[in-house]
């Protein structure tokens, strides 16, 4: 794993991991998400992510999926209850780069 920020953002404490071999990025909540109040964790983080554009959200049964545009690629913000894992990927092949300037926008 590589860096890891924590945050405190809009009451929501958070800590983020920039896993550079796998090129995901990993939230760690000290609050738990549920379906009911995952948004509001979703835009702790889109707060401070700029350029921006979240195009839907998927629900499943135990899963959240928001695919969000960014730089012309597209990026998945999964949350997943049962786990209480949430985390964020490319749907495509995408520079490392983009983690780490999505990152340092996070640490702002």
């Given at each position: 794993?590589?860096?890891?920020?924590?945050?405190?953002?809009?009451?929501?404490?958070?800590?983020?991991?920039?896993?550079?071999?796998?090129?995901?990025?990993?939230?760690?909540?000290?609050?738990?998400?549920?379906?009911?109040n995952y948004?509001?964790?979703?835009?702790?983080?889109?707060?401070?992510?700029?350029?921006?554009?979240?195009?839907?959200?998927?629900?499943?049964?135990?899963?959240?999926?928001?695919?969000?545009?960014?730089?012309?690629?597209?990026?998945?913000?999964?949350?997943?209850f049962y786990?209480?894992?949430?985390?964020?990927?490319?749907?495509?092949?995408?520079?490392?780069?983009?983690?780490?300037?999505?990152?340092?926008?996070?640490?702002?």
């Amino acid at each position: 794993m590589g860096k890891s920020i924590s945050y405190i953002m809009q009451q929501l404490i958070f800590t983020s991991t920039l896993d550079s071999v796998h090129q995901n990025l990993y939230f760690s909540f000290e609050q738990m998400f549920e379906e009911e109040n995952y948004q509001q964790f979703t835009q702790a983080i889109t707060d401070r992510w700029l350029n921006t554009r979240i195009i839907e959200h998927v629900l499943g049964a135990d899963r959240v999926n928001i695919r969000i545009e960014y730089k012309g690629l597209i990026y998945v913000l999964n949350f997943e209850f049962y786990s209480q894992s949430c985390w964020l990927e490319s749907e495509a092949p995408a520079p490392i780069s983009h983690l780490e300037t999505i990152l340092s926008q996070l640490n702002g």
